[in-house]
């Protein structure tokens, strides 16, 4: 992959509408709790390792299509979100690093995967840009039911969203670890302004 790739009509369209219901009524979906990157964004995160995968697809039936398609093999420790934005939202650049929290040494993800499950049929701004360092590698206007990748190491952001309407976009940051840096992540683990438990 040379920095992205992109799968238009990943899923089959009722699956979006069942996943974007589920998520707005998930009782963990607030205020964002990522860093101040994330400019009048909500959601809530899920942290987990492969081996809490059937735990994940238990608490959270809606994300098992997804997650089966989107996981990919050489991964082991993933951080996944629903992401809201909405008019005057953004997203700054930045780098994923997540799991950073639970240990200081880890590397970025090895791959981001990115679904759009809503997005305002007249939108304006809302794109994502993707950064290789200080050269400018992709402008990806999002569309509903692409699912995107995009390598973990790029610097990334959303440009301001200028319409009404909601851009909903489910993220997975997919890291590879040593046994060593896995050890420091939870099992599983939800990460929300609304609750935050381990399980």
Same mark, same amino acid.
């Given at each position: 992959?040379?920095?992205? %790739?992109?799968?238009?009509?990943?899923?089959?369209?009722?699956?979006?509408?069942?996943?974007?219901?589920?998520?707005?009524?998930?009782?963990?979906?607030?205020?964002?709790?990522?860093?101040?990157?994330?400019?009048?964004?909500?959601?809530?995160?899920?942290?987990?390792?492969?081996?809490?995968?059937?735990?994940?697809?238990?608490?959270?039936?809606?994300?098992?299509?997804? @997650?089966?398609?989107?996981?990919?093999?050489?991964?082991?420790?993933?951080? @996944?979100?629903?992401?809201?934005?909405?008019?005057?939202?953004?997203?700054?650049?930045?780098?994923?690093?997540?799991?950073?929290?639970?240990?200081?040494?880890?590397?970025?993800?090895?791959?981001?995967?990115? @679904?759009?499950?809503?997005?305002?049929?007249?939108?304006?701004?809302?794109?994502?840009?993707? %950064?290789?360092?200080?050269?400018?590698?992709?402008?990806?206007?999002?569309?509903?039911?692409?699912?995107?990748?995009?390598?973990?190491?790029?610097?990334?952001?959303?440009?301001?969203?200028?319409?009404?309407?909601?851009?909903?976009?489910?993220?997975?940051?997919?890291?590879?670890?040593?046994?060593?840096?896995?050890?420091?992540?939870?099992?599983?683990?939800?990460?929300?302004?609304?609750?935050?438990? %381990?399980?």
């Amino acid at each position: 992959m040379k920095y992205y %790739r992109q799968q238009p009509g990943a899923f089959p369209p009722g699956y979006l509408n069942d996943l974007r219901g589920e998520i707005l009524a998930c009782p963990y979906f607030a205020i964002n709790n990522l860093n101040r990157d994330f400019v009048g964004t909500k959601g809530f995160s899920v942290v987990f390792q492969r081996s809490h995968l059937a735990n994940v697809e238990r608490r959270f039936p809606f994300f098992k299509l997804y @997650l089966e398609q989107a996981l990919q093999p050489i991964c082991n420790a993933f951080y @996944l979100n629903p992401l809201l934005l909405q008019e005057d939202s953004r997203v700054d650049p930045h780098i994923d690093r997540s799991l950073r929290s639970y240990s200081k040494t880890i590397e970025p993800p090895a791959i981001v995967s990115v @679904l759009y499950i809503q997005v305002p049929a007249n939108l304006q701004g809302g794109e994502l840009v993707l %950064r290789n360092r200080k050269q400018h590698v992709g402008q990806i206007k999002p569309q509903i039911n692409t699912l995107l990748y995009f390598q973990g190491d790029l610097t990334h952001s959303v440009n301001r969203v200028k319409t009404t309407g909601d851009r909903l976009s489910l993220v997975c940051e997919q890291y590879s670890l040593s046994d060593t840096e896995l050890n420091a992540i939870p099992g599983f683990k939800i990460e929300s302004r609304a609750s935050s438990k %381990r399980y």
